[in-house]
């Protein structure tokens, strides 16, 4: 059973988080923000202060907006229980663009910096709002720029360079956003098996477990921090599994050689992988904590709510329709129930992971067997090759692992 104790220090993460521990910006209350620009660029191509703030809510950096090309209004919450609309990233799948990328990405880069724009990376991705279901808005170019580099007038000019060039293509239906964003290279017991999109752990659970995108980094760099790509099967009659990754974030250019590594010989030392850095495993504890306290919060809610309605019940309000009031404190019964319910399921995930994965040892997920050095204009097409393989440790991918398979939540 969750103690109180526990459950009052995870409201207090959860208020250290949403007030931020640099900032004097309360983002809670978008409501209370004025409507000026965020820049001191025209006011015709800028976005309100509070648009540039909270547009973005949801995703874990919270970058600032600098300018969008889409034309659906941002509404600021208004009122003293105002609420954000969060969003969650999710890939692009079916779209010609996927086709066409390989000959349109270089030629997006080039206007960037024809026109001189300070971008740090160039994503595409749709978003969806939290609790409507999977309904997924439009395919978005999504660029980020070093911030305090790009003002309203040059974003909305070298946006649409973007559209113009995207019709050359035949392709009509994308928009364009950038945010304010630094780029950095950067780099136990069993992985867990995924759980379905309606578990109580579904939102914190994915770190440890096989699906793609694991959080990795060299144990001796545990600093440099980036994710895990394909799994592999060495092939024959083996049965290892290997992991591609990028080399820069297993060797960070900037703390070593650039030379080829290869473990050939099986008594040499092991170039160890741990899943999660120090950083990273924090902050996961802290994302635990943050989802308990919600559902306290809202425990706390339905159990003010359900006082109410039996109250008036009892006859404190004479116009009561008994009915209703039976079938709305059942609902709000049984609303308590869930939330008690995953905060007990919260709490036992907590445990098991700061009491399995806590030390480094805990956590190395294999190690290095091959990285050739980073190699510019690679190949034919020039390309970088930057790239490194990992055997996985057959102890830690266990039962969970079903190959190259992404967590949709469905499991």
Known sequence: MISPAFVATCIAVARENIQGPTTEIDCSNPSSYDDTV????????????????FYYSGLPSSPRLVYRTGATPWTKPT??????????????????????????GPKVRDILDSVGVLWTTIDVIRFV????????GPVVLWI?????????????????????LLREFGITDIEVEYRESIYIRSAGPNLLKPVWD????????????????????AQATPHAEGTGGLYLAEGGDSKKVLLATARHVLFPPNEGPNVNYARTNISAPRHNVLLLDTKAFDNLIKSIKIRIAEHAIMAELYNRQIEKLQ?????????EDDVQEAKEEWKKTQKLDEANE??????????????????????????????????LGAGTEGFIEDFAIVELDSS????????????LGTF
């Open 311 to 319: 109250e008036r019940k009892a006859g404190e309000n004479e116009d």
């Open 129 to 136: 709002k939290v609790g409507e279901g999977e309904a997924v």
């Open 38 to 53: 965020s820049s001191t660029s025209s006011p015709q191509h800028s976005v309100s202060k509070p648009e540039a703030m």
């Open 198 to 217: 309606l578990h109580p752990t579904v939102d914190v659970r994915g770190p440890f477990t096989p699906a793609f995108g694991l959080f990795i980094a």
């Open 79 to 104: 009122g003293p229980e105002a609420y954000r609309v969060l969003k969650e990233l999710r890939p692009v799948f079916g779209h010609k663009l996927n086709t066409v990328w390989k000959d349109l």
């Open 342 to 375: 995953a905060m007990d399921a919260l709490h036992k995930f907590h445990d098991e992971v700061t009491k399995k994965w806590r030390r480094p040892s805990q956590r190395v997920l294999g190690h290095i067997v091959r990285s050739p050095p980073i190699t």
């Open 144 to 164: 980020s720029v070093a911030p305090e580099t790009l003002f309203g007038e040059d974003a909305h000019t070298a946006a649409h360079g973007y559209l113009d």
């Open 396 to 407: 830690k991918i266990g039962k969970a692992f079903r190959g190259n398979v992404i967590d």
